[in-house]
T-cell receptor, first 114, second 114 residues
Framework: GESVGLHLPTLSVQEGDNSIINCAYSNSASDYFIWYKQESGKGPQFIIDIRSNMDKRQGQRVTVLLNKTVKHLSLQIAATQPGDSAVYFCAENGASGGYNKLIFGAGTRLAVHP | NAGVTQTPKFRILKIGQSMTLQCTQDMNHNYMYWYRQDPGMGLKLIYYSVGAGITDKGEVPNGYNVSRSTTEDFPLRLELAAPSQTSVYFC?????????????FGDGTRLSIL
């Protein structure tokens, strides 16, 4: 069945380092991918998205890379700060092809140490 | 703007009781969604709505009902609460379903069924 999974459930980094959070997806029909950040006790917060006609997209301190050949998605955070500590989710739109029925991964916890 | 507002934030129910989780948004978004998030799992779509008067099932609709009488409000109803419905419930909204129109989430309702 469809699934979105993550390679690392917990990632610990030092403040100032770059972080890379990985995500594998299984549905080759997915053409839209999103990264969300969820802080404790809060709802998910949109970070960045990418469509399948792109390999890379940059935002403020974040970059998403998409490798369709191996069905892999990554989120890179530059100069990681304590405020980046959270759970990060990737999501795909799956076989529906639309943008309503997102499939979320289980999440990766990012812990930033001073 | 308040964004997406969910009430209550916490609730404990007894098995067989009913309740309505409230969700309202002030962004004039057409699309609204209800998700549940179980510990260590990604969000799963319960129901969604593309506009007032229109609702559709998501991945896990059993045991829930929704209505969309106005653009702003999208309540989720549990008729006969069961322990399996213990979860954190998130409401989200988006302006349309296009890529680049991310879903905006509320801060959730934490529901325990005992």
């Amino acid at each position: 069945g469809e699934s979105v999974g993550l390679h690392l459930p917990t990632l610990s980094v030092q403040e100032g380092d770059n972080s890379i959070i990985n995500c594998a997806y299984s549905n080759s029909a997915s053409d839209y991918f999103i990264w969300y950040k969820q802080e404790s006790g809060k709802g998910p917060q949109f970070i960045i998205d990418i469509r399948s006609n792109m390999d890379k997209r940059q935002g403020q301190r974040v970059t998403v890379l998409l490798n369709k050949t191996v069905k892999h998605l990554s989120l890179q955070i530059a100069a990681t700060q304590p405020g980046d500590s959270a759970v990060y989710f990737c999501a795909e739109n799956g076989a529906s092809g639309g943008y309503n029925k997102l499939i979320f991964g289980a999440g990766t916890r990012l812990a930033v140490h001073p | 703007n308040a964004g997406v507002t969910q009430t209550p934030k916490f609730r404990i129910l007894k098995i067989g009781q009913s309740m309505t989780l409230q969700c309202t948004q002030d962004m004039n978004h057409n699309y609204m969604y209800w998700y549940r998030q179980d510990p260590g799992m990604g969000l799963k779509l319960i129901y969604y709505s593309v506009g007032a008067g229109i609702t559709d099932k998501g991945e896990v609709p059993n045991g829930y009902n929704v209505s969309r009488s106005t653009t702003e409000d999208f309540p989720l109803r549990l008729e006969l609460a069961a322990p399996s419905q213990t979860s954190v419930y998130f409401c989200a909204s988006s302006y349309t379903q296009g890529a680049g129109q991310p879903q905006h989430f509320g801060d959730g309702t934490r529901l325990s069924i005992l």
